[in-house]
């Protein structure tokens, strides 16, 4: 390992003062928005919602861009990574200057947003410089760099005055580009690059440490030390102005004795940190954190106590200095906070500082975009302007002991063993929970081990998938409701926040897909069911006031789609533990009853709404505004609320009761076989006809029925579709097992062809007003037929797949190793790819009726798209000679 000792001071500092300076420039940039929106707003004629979008966007891509900009910078030279991503920032921020409408505007500050992204290839590159006992101060020096964005604020408004938003932009775009220019020129090559490339890595073996808790738990903590940091610069004008009654120039001067501190004193953090210990120095932060937090959080309160012969009256109400004496030691301590963080890294991953620091940096960073919003959802539901600081003081808690219980057990094994231990060993995975012998294939193995363990994994993984579902297509029950509630969103808007859960989770799929191998089905899946605690929760507060803003419900509706991720990795996993024999049963169980989660939400959900069933913890109701049911009380809350226990104990008992395959590891490269497979692309197309028209229907029809058919409620019967069409997924999986998925598969898409003949119908049009019940058959018809194939198709490849691999190595155990792994990936993908369907039907039903008046269209290109199922069905699969036989 290279040892950073041994590297000239000289060079040190050099590589410090170029990597300190170009990293406050990009936070410069970075915060652009802040300063030229309000003109922008005013010359384009913006929304606030408009505008607050424009701002966040950058905010947005830098925090995710974080982890991507860290795997590269752990694989190149941080200072080609670092010059090249500023000169593209300046050539994102030029585009801003030339852009003349808003959607442009929007595509610019995406690419804003890699100035923030910089942050990590700076911790990446510095670190390199410097040994692990100085590495604190350098990154506390490094870290200052946030007070580019005070550079903005006070800078930025003379030459808006003086230039014009538009060339303002281009003195930034050109300041950053040659800065970028020099960085290239004048910093000296990454002294551990020589290193790195000696010893190549995959994707993989890169990714690796992501798998351990630790990373995290990290990230929590620069989820409040630096996100709720930005938040706060954010928020304190608002908060002072509206509480204590400032003028906007007093609160950005108080705000600024907050801002300043929280940058420059990450220095003293580094330091602090190389002399006394990060963890020392965390402790400090999140104690002083949370009794900060807990006092700012007290809102004004006035007592009456009855006495003896008189009653005592008394008020409690934090002064405003008071209140700027505790934001600056909030301020103070978050700085100490983000420096102790950021030694820890390099500390435990030397060789991963990259890719570790971008997940941290990309979690803290989401902070800043999230906890605003989070902030004013709060105040509308709650009413209490104290209420931002009772989250914090929660976050702060929750990270303070998460930390204490982790050191304490490394502790304790300490004890036991005599000796140091450098991973900590919290919530690893014991020896029992993974099984290094696993031979699905061997009957006495199966009879004998293993189709207890097997089939105890399927009974966890179903109610996990069930909550996932349900999760997944909560919208579909709200864009119903809420316009009767009183939210103003129009038609297109709705079809947007029922359609977009589609979207993500079938994008969120594409990486879920490879979770699997990487970090173990176990592990995964608790992990990935817990993550659908956020969208429940923040729903619940999100849908008790009708002025939240269209912006927090479509980042909601984004959200959701964690649900629809779950997908990929749970039938990867489930495919793992069962014979090719009973594959199909196994996963037509798995997915079908799975696949009930959306029936459940449909029918349990406008049950759930309909009265108080949380009580006090489920908030207040809302009024239902028009309409024969007008004046009801509905609880639309409870809709995203009723699943927040379940998913505990799902995760819980995932965490628990589930097991980890020692033979199902493999990397990314391993499993990246799958796309130079041509029958990858062809199940991508059939699988999109399968399940994505299952999930695309359930997430259209309650929307487009009660569009059709105005006096029907359609929330009384949306269940019972996908209900069908998750109990016909197992009997599609058991029937291909006996009778071949192809020819199972050809069947049903014929089906599907002559169900969507029918839907057209029995549509409403100028000559007839159309019957429900014929309509409502023929999707319950799509529904069957859907579910069938979701079975049929997914016993289809891994036949297939295991097939091609014993025609290519004979029929060996690696060829059943090989073609178990491929055809647990191609799983996965297709499920990611298929979920697309999602957000294409209802989007599709959207677009008709906006360009022909009707969803006719639409149903006449869903016929195309079927009959084109068939005929690749056909001639690869089931036809006499076909190339793969399933």
């Given at each position: 390992m290279l040892d950073a000792s041994a590297i000239a001071p000289r060079d040190q500092r050099r590589a410090l003062f170029l990597s300190t300076f170009a990293f406050t420039l990009c936070f410069a940039v970075w915060t652009i928005f802040s300063i030229l929106g309000i003109q922008i707003k005013q010359e384009l004629g913006l929304s606030d919602t408009q505008l607050g979008l424009l701002m966040a966007t950058p905010i947005l891509s830098g925090s995710i861009s974080r982890l991507f900009l860290g795997v590269l910078t752990d694989r190149f030279d941080g200072r080609w990574v670092f010059g090249l991503l500023m000169i593209a920032t300046g050539v994102a921020v030029l585009l801003v200057s030339m852009a003349q409408s808003y959607y442009l505007l929007l595509l610019a500050a995406l690419g804003?947003?890699?100035?923030?992204?910089?942050?990590?290839?700076?911790?990446?590159?510095?670190?390199?410089?410097?040994?692990?006992?100085?590495?604190?101060?350098?990154?506390?020096?490094?870290?200052?760099?946030?007070?580019?964005?005070?550079?903005?604020n006070f800078g930025a408004p003379f030459l808006l005055l003086a230039l014009g938003w538009q060339?303002?932009?281009?003195?930034?775009?050109?300041?950053?580009?040659?800065?970028g220019v020099g960085f290239i020129l004048f910093a000296k090559p990454d002294p551990a690059l020589a290193e790195r490339r000696a010893k190549i890595t995959t994707l993989g073996e890169q990714l690796a440490p992501l798998g351990d808790l630790r990373v995290w738990r990290f990230a929590l903590y620069y989820f409040f030390v630096f996100g709720a940091f930005v938040a706060l610069a954010l928020w304190l004008p608002h908060y002072l102005m509206e509480v204590y009654g400032v003028g906007i120039a007093a609160a950005g001067m108080l705000t600024a004795l907050y801002t300043i501190p929280a940058s420059l004193f990450r220095v003293l953090g580094g330091w602090m940190s190389d002399r006394y210990g990060a963890r020392r120095v965390m402790y400090w932060t999140l104690i002083a954190s949370v009794i900060s937090c807990f006092l700012l959080s007290y809102p004004p309160t006035e007592y009456r106590v009855l006495g003896v012969d008189r009653t005592l009256e008394f008020s409690f109400e934090l002064t405003l200095p008071a209140f700027v004496m505790l934001t600056f030691i909030l301020g103070f301590f978050m700085s100490l906070g983000k420096a102790a963080v950021f030694k820890h890294i390099p500390v435990y991953y030397p060789t991963h500082v990259g890719v570790v620091g971008g997940i941290v940096g990309m979690i803290g960073g989401l902070g800043g975009f999230f906890l605003p919003l989070t902030f004013g959802m709060l105040n509308d539901v709650i009413g209490i302007w104290q209420s931002a600081f009772m989250l914090l003081f929660v976050i702060a808690g929750a990270?303070?002991?998460?930390?204490?219980?982790?050191?304490?057990?490394?502790?304790r094994h300490e004890w036991r063993s005599g000796k140091d231990v450098t991973d900590l060993p919290e919530f690893s995975t014991p020896d029992a929970f993974v099984l290094e012998d696993w031979r699905p294939e061997d009957e006495t193995f199966w009879e004998e081990k293993g189709k207890k363990i097997a089939r105890r994994n399927l009974w966890i993984s179903i109610p996990n998938l069930f909550l996932a579902f349900a999760v997944w297509s909560i919208w579909s029950i709200l864009v119903v409701k809420m316009p009767q509630l009183g939210f103003p969103y129009t038609s297109n808007q709705l079809f947007w926040l029922a359609a977009l859960p589609a979207l993500s989770g079938a994008t969120l799929r594409i990486f879920y897909s490879f979770m699997v191998p990487i970090f173990g089905g176990r592990r995964w899946t608790a992990i990935s069911t817990a993550s659908l605690l956020l969208p429940c929760l923040w729903l619940g507060f999100a849908l008790q006031n009708t002025d939240t803003s269209y912006l927090v419900m479509l980042i909601l509706a984004l959200l959701c789609g964690f649900g629809g991720g779950n997908f990929a990795s749970s039938m990867a996993n489930i495919s793992f533990f069962f014979p090719k024999a009973e594959k199909g049963g196994a996963l037509g169980l798995n997915a079908g009853l799975g696949n009930l989660g959306v029936s459940g939400m449909q029918l349990i959900a406008p049950l759930a709404i309909a009265a108080s069933v949380l009580g006090p913890l489920g908030g207040d109701p809302l009024v239902v505004q028009e309409g024969a049911k007008a004046g009801q009380q509905l609880w639309i809350q409870n809709a995203a609320l009723i699943w927040v226990p379940f998913i505990i104990i799902g995760a819980v008992a995932a965490w628990f009761g589930m097991n980890d395959i020692a033979s199902a590891k493999s990397s990314f490269r391993d499993q990246a076989i799958i796309f130079k497979r041509k029958h990858t692309w062809l199940m991508c197309w059939l699988y999109l006809g399968a399940f994505g028209s299952f999930i695309g229907f359930a997430a259209g029809f309650p929307l487009l029925s009660g569009m059709l058919f105005k006096d029907v409620d359609p929330t009384q019967y949306a269940f019972i579709g996908p209900l069908l069409g998750a109990l016909a997924r197992p009997a599609g999986g058991v029937i291909a097992d006996k009778l071949g998925g192809a020819r199972v598969t050809l069947w049903m898409f014929g089906v599907m062809i002559a169900g969507v003949f029918g839907v057209l119908h029995f549509l409403p049009s100028e000559e007839s007003a159309g019957s429900f019940w014929g309509f409502f058959g023929m999707f319950l018809v799509l529904f069957i037929a859907s579910g069938v194939l979701n079975g049929s198709t997914f016993r289809m490849v891994p036949v297939m797949f295991l097939t091609l691999r014993q025609r290519a190595l004979g029929d060996t155990d690696q060829a059943e190793v090989e073609g178990n792994r491929e055809a647990a990936a191609v799983v996965g993908f297709i499920s990611a790819i298929a979920a697309y369907g999602g957000f294409f039907i209802p989007k599709s039903y959207g677009t008709s009726f906006d360009m022909t008046g009707g969803v006719g269209a639409a149903l006449i290109g869903f016929v195309v798209f079927y009959v084109s199922c068939l005929l690749v069905t056909w001639w690869y699969y089931a036809r006499r000679n076909a190339e793969v036989p399933c």
């Open positions: 804003v947003g890699l100035a923030g992204g910089s942050f990590i290839v700076g911790v990446a590159y510095t670190s390199t410089w410097y040994p692990p006992g100085k590495q604190g101060t350098a990154l506390g020096i490094f870290g200052a760099g946030n007070v580019g964005s005070a550079i903005t060339v303002t932009a281009q003195v930034y775009a050109v300041v950053i580009a040659l800065m990270a303070l002991v998460w930390m204490h219980y982790a050191i304490r057990l490394a502790e």
